[in-house]
């Protein structure tokens, strides 16, 4: 069974730094791009970062300048640096990508979440 699984939310006072990890687990046998989101209550999830296999990276408008998206494709593994955040950027992050798993037609998976608090 196929499962994302994030790590690396927390507290944190603005201006600070949190690092969030995304790994995917089972029986897979190639993962597309990788995406991070993020939810605020009452609000559309927005897309923050996406990274291509190929290491091809694009950001959100909002985040552009203060965020890095990576990957390690050896730990089947996508990352999330956030840097001088802000308020704003309070919300439940989750990690999505489309996997071909054994047994298992291509389909998307989604994480639990992680969330992430700035304080000002």
């Known amino acids: 069974q196929v499962q994302l699984v994030e790590s690396g939310g927390g507290l944190v006072q603005a201006g600070g730094s949190l690092r969030l990890a995304c790994k995917a687990s089972?029986?897979?046998?190639?993962?597309?791009?990788m995406r991070w989101y993020r939810q605020v209550p009452g609000k559309q999830r927005e897309l923050v970062a996406v990274?291509?296999?190929?290491?091809?990276?694009n950001y959100g408008d909002s985040v552009k300048g203060r965020f890095t998206i990576s990957r390690d494709n050896a730990k089947n593994t996508v990352y999330l640096q956030m840097n001088s955040l802000k308020p704003e950027d309070t919300a439940v992050y989750y990690c999505n990508t489309w996997i071909d798993a054994y047994y298992v037609d291509l389909r998307d998976y989604w994480g639990q979440g992680t969330r992430v608090t700035v304080s000002s």
């Open positions: 089972g029986s897979i046998s190639s993962i597309n791009a």
């Open positions: 990274i291509t296999n190929d290491g091809s990276t």
